[in-house]
């Protein structure tokens, strides 16, 4: 099943890309600008989504439009009228990529509409339904209504089955906005005055959770021309959110215990009762209908989800931190190596053509966010040996000068250039090739990608290697976690001075 993901550049889309290149369908990304993933999955590009676009190219021989592109903010904040603004993307553009849809055939348009279609606020143990009179209060959440609306009504003429989703608030890792000011705050021991807010209840959805309900809703025959309203099923209190996050990050939650009615009023006078409103106030869903139309039950529970979202954060921060001078150590290192080895380089190049012809090796790899890039490295096998990774390769492949070169890893010596370009670091996850599926997800799954990969690092120091993914990618994690200058030179030593494998071909 071919598959086309607007806005697959953002928080949402970029999670659906992934979770859906682990499965039968063919993952094809509608992008305004090219994709970290781009590599990994095909992709169209989409100049704008407005009401007068012709998207035909894009849309052709796709089964189901997963539709997450939306315009969210008005970046100009004295527009005189936002709605229009928001209409021209959320609406117009909205229907016009359902009409050509129409015309191209496509089976399921999947929109990601919004909970603020319902309204911004709802009584305590009174959740919102999909029965629930649409009440939406500001222009996102008005667009966002008329477009469902529009939707419908081409559903009833057409053959399109339409599949709406109101989301509640998403987060996970990498989230934005309020949920990452609450884990930043709490990090960092700030006395947040909201502690006391405990008698209200706000139902979240993980990413993860909203993802596997959208591929639930891909195919199956009840969810057609449907709405849903989706959370991760477990309401919890401003209070106890707070204890969830404090929880994944391991710190004391130091919330003050101010009184809600107290919040309220000094929101009031700042004039800001929104932020209050949100932060205290309730808003509910009854997800009953997902439950029982499609059987689909949310995979963790929001304490799980929130707390992995929090330990991701802290592990995020910590790495960025202890690694701020591995770019500029990188330069300076990778400058100096090139000048004092330029007569290596020079004489294992000269030495490399009579051997294969071809002195130098180049391939593209994986490198940091999954973009791709060509590694450079002293030719060690054959010219026509196949393009796998080393634990795969025939270790008969192996030349006379490239038995020498690896047994005292001169190959990776011009490895220094991606170095100096700023495509790896000295230290890092060895980078892999793009056919290994099982190790891409595996290092996927351990945010991996997140960084330079490198020359060395914690797995080539510990005789692991690519011919056991999981344990490689936990490995790499590991090292990621606790880098620090001290780490950093010891592994650049080590290396030098011969431990590690490398690369081995068994």
């Known amino acids: 099943m071919n598959i086309l993901i607007t806005g697959a550049n953002g928080f949402i889309g970029e999670s659906l890309v992934k979770y859906l290149l682990n499965t039968q369908h063919k993952v094809i990304a509608a992008v305004r600008k090219l994709s970290n993933l781009q590599q990994t999955y095909a992709y169209r590009i989409i100049d704008n989504l407005e009401s007068s676009s012709d998207l035909s190219s894009a849309l052709k021989d796709i089964d189901v439009v997963i539709h997450s592109a939306a315009r969210v903010h008005i970046m100009d904040d004295k527009s005189t009228d936002p709605l229009t603004e928001f209409r021209e993307v959320n609406v117009e553009g909205t229907l016009n990529l359902a009409r050509q849809a129409v015309e191209a055939g496509v089976k399921r348009f999947i929109f990601i509409s919004s909970i603020k279609v319902n309204g911004e606020a709802t009584e305590l143990g009174h ?78 959805v993980s990413v993860e959770n909203l993802v596997d309900f959208i591929i639930t809703c891909i195919s199956h025959p009840n969810a057609k021309n449907e709405v849903f309203l989706i959370s991760d099923d477990d309401d919890i209190s401003t209070a106890s959110l707070l204890n969830e996050i404090a929880k994944g990050l391991g710190v004391k939650n130091k919330a003050l ?15 800001v009762p929104g932020v209050a409103q949100r932060l205290s106030g309730s808003l509910q869903v009854d997800i009953s209908k997902a439950k029982s139309l499609l059987g689909w039950q949310p995979k963790q529970s929001a304490s799980e989800s929130i707390q992995k979202t929090a330990k991701l954060y802290k592990s995020n921060s910590t790495a960025s931190k202890s690694i701020a001078l591995q770019r500029p150590l990188d330069i ?81 010596l011009p490895q220094l250039i991606n170095v100096l370009k700023g495509e790896m670091s000295l230290v890092g996850p060895r ?46 994690k590991e090292m990621i976690d606790n880098l620090n200058l001290k780490n950093y030179f010891s592994y650049i030593v080590r290396t030098a001075l011969g431990k590690g494998s490398g690369d081995a071909v068994k």
């Open 127 to 204: 959740p919102y339904t999909e029965d629930s009179k649409p009440d939406p209060i500001d222009p996102y959440g008005i667009s966002k209504y008329e477009a469902e609306q529009g939707l419908l009504k081409i559903a009833e003429t057409t053959a399109l089955e339409i599949v709406i989703i109101r989301p509640t608030l998403v987060y996970g890792e990498n989230v934005k906005g309020n949920f990452q000011s609450l884990m930043k705050w709490t990090y960092k021991g700030i006395p947040l005055p909201i502690g006391g807010i405990k008698h209200n209840l706000r139902s979240l």
């Open 257 to 271: 215990n101010v009184p809600p009615k107290l919040i309220n009023t000094a929101a009031s006078v700042l004039g």
């Open 431 to 476: 980078p892999n090739l793009f056919n290994q599926e099982e190790l891409i997800k595996a290092r996927t799954d351990q945010g991996v990608y997140d960084v330079l990969p490198g020359i060395t690092g914690l797995a080539q120091l510990s005789g692991v290697d690519m011919s056991t993914p999981e344990r490689l990618a936990k490995k790499d």
């Open 332 to 412: 300076v290192f990778s400058t100096t190596g090139l000048i004092v080895a330029s007569p290596l380089l020079i004489g294992a190049t000269a030495i490399g053509y009579f051997d294969t012809g071809s002195p130098l090796f180049i391939q593209e790899r994986v490198g940091k966010d999954q973009k791709p890039f060509k590694l450079v490295k002293f030719r060690t096998m054959k010219v026509d040996t196949a393009s796998v990774a080393s634990h795969l390769a025939d270790n008969r492949s192996i030349t006379k000068l490239g038995k020498v070169l690896r047994k005292t890893k001169l190959d990776e």
